[in-house]
Structures are given as structure tokens and as C-alpha cells.
């Protein structure tokens, strides 16, 4: 089929686009020259527009540019990318960091790393690339992994069914691959619930099975001290690859992944997406340094954000809608897709952004509207949206 009829014949699917006249983190933006509360930003902490992070990157752009146009291995790895990188280490009390331009970078780079070592081939003494090799995947990982994993071409790729440990037993049970890597998200973004790390992590053990955490929605937020999923479930000693995120809960841009410095210096040569891509801008690093230092000394943003998400979660229940999940992102299940377009469209009414997610970013049948609080929403405003969702909801019979 030639693209353009492809293209014309899946119009139906494509979403509106707005235009964003002002901090599309905010928590009140300018949409089409109309001022509406913001309920979709991956914000959590409400960073995005604190003045010390926009003076740490204003900071930097005058020393160094609105670009490095480099690599990381040439001439694009400034003091501030050394230093982002120290820090992302002490946040997370490991011994390394490597801070990627994004989550699905790090995620193609450490997954193809992991499954076929680019270099192994250089040094016919180890046998580490010339292993069978299997990936078990959750049927919900984000569309970086499943994209990561086929970029990685294992010998087998396995998906089991969402959170289920007792279908992932079974295939790694039934698996004869020697190098076994477990991929899954830490905390799922549409259905707001947790993997079950603690069994995944046994499993593991069980099968000699390497495991790999996604956990770009849960870090900043979760655990005692904003590590994550693997924090707040007590393992992790457990897990051997954990990806995280700047561009949601810390409000800046770029991802990370962790381990001893051996490892990670075998990630900037082994990582094509580090390799042959240029850094981020410095004054990205220079922010995120200060989203960290902020999470750190302010914790009442993660228990504020908890107990925003907690008050809209609670009150959608109570008039009868279908809630999933738990935590900091709050999903309106409504699932009939027309119903859920015309929900988030009379949001928009209301003055409220909040877009539906349909397919194919769910399976069919599953529309929702996700809503993601910060901790900057008010009283008032977190009112209004659950003053709007209660009309709505009457109104199309949700």
C-alpha cells in the first residue's frame, strides 16, 4: 500500500495536536489562546519551572552554548555532563551513572549492550556474544522497550502477560537460552500499578536470569527517597539494570542508567544511540543537578503529589468510575474510545487538558483519560477537575 493511502486510510487515529503558547508543564497553560488547568504533564515534582533550575540553565547557556554538537566521546562530555553524572550516582548510591539524551536511548543502548555485546566479537576468548539468548517482556512495557528489544534481536523474545509471575515462571522454565534478560516497567504508566518486583527478582534468581527495570515514570517520586519502584519495594540489591528519567518527575530532559564504573565505560563505547549522537545541551545537565538537589531537601513534594493523586483517585471511586492502579498517575478507564474522546473534549470545555489515550497507545476497548497531578496543583484546582469529571460522567454515562 503506498503511503499515502496508508496515511489517509488511518486518519481516523490521528490525534489532535495542541499548540502550547506558554510552559507545557505548567499547571495553568495557554492552549489555542485559552487559558486551561494542566492535568497531563509528566511534572510530578512541579520542577519544570522553578527559577533555580531556568538560572542554572540560563547559567550554563552562557558559558556553554545552546549545544555541545558532539559526542559524548569526542568533545561533547563538558564538567557539566561529568558532574550530572556524579550526582545521578550519589542520588541512587550506586558507584557509576551514564546520562543518555533520553529514556529510549539508554533503553536501546543498555538492552542491545546486554543481549549481543557489541564487542564480544573483537575478543574471540569470550564466548558472552555467541550465547543463546532470550528476553521475557511484559505484554505493558512502554513502546521503548519493545522497540529496544527488537533493535537487540535476541535469539527468543517471550512476552508475558501484564504483571503475571506465575506466566513468567513458566517461560523462563521452559527456556534453554544461556544469557536470560527480564524487561519490565517499574511503574506502568497507563495502568498506574507497580510490577511485582520482589517475585521478579526471586524468578531471576531461580532461572540465573539478568533483570532490567524501566522505571522512568517511578523516579524522583516513589520510594522513601525518590530512587523509585525498587526503592519503595525494598530490592534494590535485586536488580541488575535500572533505567531512569529526568524528563517527568524532575521535569528536565534526558535518562540514566546505573552500575560500577567498569560497566558504564563499556556503555559508552558499546551504546550507539551515546556513541553517535551529540549531548544533550549543558544546561539540561545543569538543571537536572538542581532537580535533584531540590528533590532531596524538599520531600513534601513527593508525598504532596501522592496526596493529590490520592484526592482525585478517592473521589472519581466514590461517584462510581472505573480507577486502576495506585501512586502519582490516576487513569479514567472508560474504555467505549467515542465516549472517551468526547470526555476529554468536554474537559476541554471545562477549561481542562487532559487528552484521552486510545489506540493504538491501548489496546482497544480500553480507552481512558490519564490524569497526572503535580505538586503544584491546589485545592481549587484539583476541585474543579473532579467537579468536571463528575458532570461528564453523568452526562455520557460513564
Not at 61 to 66: A, K, L, P, S
Not at 69 to 79: K, L, R
Not at 94 to 113: H, K
Not at 179 to 203: C, H, N, Q, W
Request: glycine residues 10%; proline residues 5%; aromatic residues 8%.
Amino acid at each position: 500500500m503506498p503511503i499515502r493511502e496508508l496515511a489517509e486510510a488511518v486518519m481516523g487515529i490521528y490525534p489532535v495536536i495542541n499548540t502550547v503558547a506558554s510552559s507545557p508543564a505548567a499547571e495553568e497553560i495557554s492552549v489555542g489562546g485559552k487559558m486551561m488547568l494542566q492535568f497531563c504533564s509528566c511534572s510530578y515534582l512541579g520542577l519544570t519551572n522553578h527559577p533555580v533550575l531556568k538560572t542554572a540553565a540560563k547559567d550554563a547557556i552562557d558559558r556553554y552554548g545552546v549545544g555541545t554538537t558532539s559526542s559524548g566521546i569526542i568533545s561533547g562530555y563538558t564538567d557539566v555532563h561529568r558532574a550530572v553524572e556524579r550526582e545521578i550516582a550519589k542520588f541512587m548510591g550506586s558507584e557509576s551513572a551514564i546520562f543518555f539524551n533520553s529514556v529510549t536511548l539508554t533503553n536501546q543502548g543498555l538492552i542491545t549492550t546486554v543481549v549481543k555485546p557489541p564487542l564480544a566479537a573483537l575478543f574471540p576468548g569470550i564466548n558472552s556474544g555467541s550465547e543463546s539468548t532470550a528476553v521475557f517482556s511484559d505484554m505493558e512495557n512502554h513502546a521503548s522497550l519493545f522497540d529496544a528489544v527488537k533493535l537487540a534481536r535476541p535469539d527468543k523474545t517471550n512476552y508475558y502477560h501484564h504483571c503475571n509471575v506465575n506466566h513468567l515462571d513458566d517461560l523462563l522454565k521452559r527456556s534453554t537460552a544461556k544469557r536470560k534478560l527480564i524487561v519490565t516497567d517499574g511503574y506502568f504508566s497507563m495502568a498506574a500499578d507497580l510490577a511485582p518486583l520482589p517475585e521478579i527478582v526471586a524468578l531471576a534468581e531461580k532461572y540465573g536470569a539478568l533483570l532490567m527495570v524501566d522505571d522512568a515514570h517511578g523516579s524522583g517520586v516513589l520510594g522513601k527517597n525518590g530512587r523509585g519502584s525498587a526503592e519503595l519495594l525494598g530490592v534494590e540489591d535485586g536488580i541488575h539494570f535500572l533505567v531512569g528519567s529526568f524528563s517527568k518527575g524532575f521535569g528536565v530532559r534526558g535518562g540514566f542508567t546505573i552500575g560500577d564504573e567498569i560497566f558504564i565505560k563499556y556503555l559508552r563505547v558499546s551504546s550507539r544511540g551515546y556513541m553517535f549522537s551529540a549531548t544533550l545541551p549543558p544546561s539540561i545537565p545543569a538543571a537536572a543537578i538542581k532537580a535533584m538537589e531540590i528533590a532531596e531537601q524538599e520531600p513534601w513534594r513527593r508525598e504532596q503529589v501522592l496526596k493529590n493523586a490520592a484526592f482525585i483517585r478517592g473521589e472519581l471511586k466514590m461517584r462510581g468510575f472505573r480507577v486502576p492502579g495506585d501512586y502519582h498517575i490516576v487513569p479514567w478507564l472508560i474504555g467505549d474510545e467515542e465516549k472517551a474522546q468526547a470526555v476529554a473534549q468536554g474537559l476541554e470545555d471545562h477549561g481542562i487538558l487532559a487528552p484521552c489515550a486510545r489506540y493504538p497507545a491501548v489496546p482497544k476497548g480500553k480507552a481512558l483519560i490519564r490524569f497526572m497531578p503535580t505538586a503544584n496543583h491546589t485545592e481549587a484546582q484539583l476541585g474543579k477537575l473532579v467537579e468536571a469529571c463528575d458532570e461528564l460522567g453523568k452526562k455520557f454515562a460513564v
